[in-house]
Nanobody, 120 residues
Framework: QVQLVESGGGLVQPGGSLRLSCAAS????????MGWYRQAPGKQRELVAV???????NYADSVKGRFTISRDNAKNTVYLQMDSLEPEDTAVYYC??????????????WGQGTQVTVSS
């Protein structure tokens, strides 16, 4: 079994910053893609940013220039630095990882979600 544990959400004023972390643990052989998605009330879950094991990165247009994704392969951890936050960034943020387990079976895993609220 594999677990993803997120941390770092909270309440911040517009223009502020937050840093999210997501650590994977359990029966892991290798992690390929790691990324962040978000879901605002009444909206579908959407991609925020994703990074491959080879460090290729993609961002949603709405966060380019404001958010930075990074990962530490040795720690099986992915981070999301969020700067210049806007009220429209308010959502539950979910970590996602494409994991190959110790039986060499690939599967997607999700974190439990962390709330980010941008409000004055």
């Amino acid at each position: 079994q594999v677990q993803l544990v997120e941390s770092g959400g909270g309440l911040v004023q517009p223009g502020g910053s937050l840093r999210l972390s997501c650590a994977a643990s359990g029966s892991i052989f290798r992690i390929n893609d790691m990324g962040w998605y978000r879901q605002a009330p009444g909206k579908q879950r959407e991609l925020v940013a994703v990074t491959t094991r080879g460090r290729s990165i993609n961002y949603a247009d709405s966060v380019k220039g404001r958010f930075t994704i990074s990962r530490d392969n040795a720690k099986n951890t992915v981070y999301l630095q969020m700067d210049s936050l806007e009220p429209e960034d308010t959502a539950v943020y979910y970590c996602n990882a494409g994991v190959i387990n110790l039986s060499l079976v690939p599967r997607d895993y999700w974190g439990q979600g962390t709330q980010v609220t941008v409000s004055s």
